[in-house]
């Protein structure tokens, strides 16, 4: 099946640094890409969709301009948290939609990265 | 609005013992449906999917989910839970454009 790719899978960083997470689609073309974030002992719940060259769309209550997300390839999106602060710590994870003949319809996921801010 | 509930946040069950977890969605059209396992610090890995077509789903590591139209429901089951088993598992509900809304989660302890 589809490969998504994100990395890192662990970051630790100091509080008013960014931080940049990476998804790359291995073996399809990521024209869309969701963002998710989860909390601990929470669900994920959805923050950005990211579409190839345009901008990206935000949920409800989600910071755009502390949350960036770049998606200037059909198989990179990157999702960079400015000025992080400890509230930030979170597991965020991303997911592409596949594409092509043998795809179903169904979404992959990377493999999550854990974000602490100390 | 759609939604996805997992009424159980945590189960406790026995080694050998059989399982059920549930979901259910609130969803206007025909749902696509899923269950995710995520053991603790990884990502999500799919064990079933629902499109369309039977509605007792087979997925992988013996888990198998019946979609129940009627019920709005999508529960997933296993005959004998295994040691390995114990994670957290997500129930999701697919939109038209693969956003996906997830359950809360439950949390499943297996007992040696």
């Known amino acids: 099946g589809a490969v998504v790719s994100q990395h890192p899978s662990r970051v630790i960083c100091k509080s008013g640094t960014s931080v940049k997470i990476e998804c790359r689609s291995l073996d399809f073309q990521a024209t869309t890409m969701f963002w998710y974030r989860q909390f601990p002992k929470k669900s994920l719940m959805l923050m950005a969709t990211?579409?190839?060259?345009?901008?990206?769309?935000?949920e409800q209550g989600v910071e755009k301009d502390k949350f960036l997300i770049n998606h200037a390839s059909l198989t990179l999106s990157t999702l960079t948290v400015t000025s992080a602060h400890p509230e930030d710590s979170s597991f965020y994870i991303c997911?592409?939609?596949?594409?092509?003949?043998?795809?179903?319809?169904?979404?992959?996921f990377g493999q999550g990265t854990r974000l602490t801010v100390v | 609005a759609q939604s996805v509930t997992q009424p159980d946040i945590h189960i406790t069950v026995s080694e050998g013992a059989s399982l059920e977890l549930r979901c259910n969605y609130s969803y206007g059209a025909t749902p696509y449906l899923f269950w995710y396992v995520q053991s603790p610090g990884q990502g999500l890995q799919l064990l079933l999917k629902?499109?369309?077509?039977?509605?007792l789903v087979q997925g992988i590591k013996g888990f198998e989910a019946e979609f129940k139209r009627s019920q709005s429901s999508f529960n997933l089951r296993k005959p004998s839970v295994h040691w390995s088993d114990a994670a957290e598992y997500f129930c999701?509900?697919?939109?038209?454009?693969?956003?996906?809304?997830f359950g809360t989660g439950t949390r499943l302890k297996v007992l040696a």
């Open positions: 990211s579409n190839e060259g345009s901008k990206a769309t935000y």
């Open positions: 997911s592409s939609p596949g594409r092509g003949p043998e795809m179903n319809t169904e979404a992959f």
């Open positions: 629902y499109f369309s077509g039977d509605t």
């Open positions: 999701a509900v697919g939109e038209g454009t693969y956003k996906y809304i």
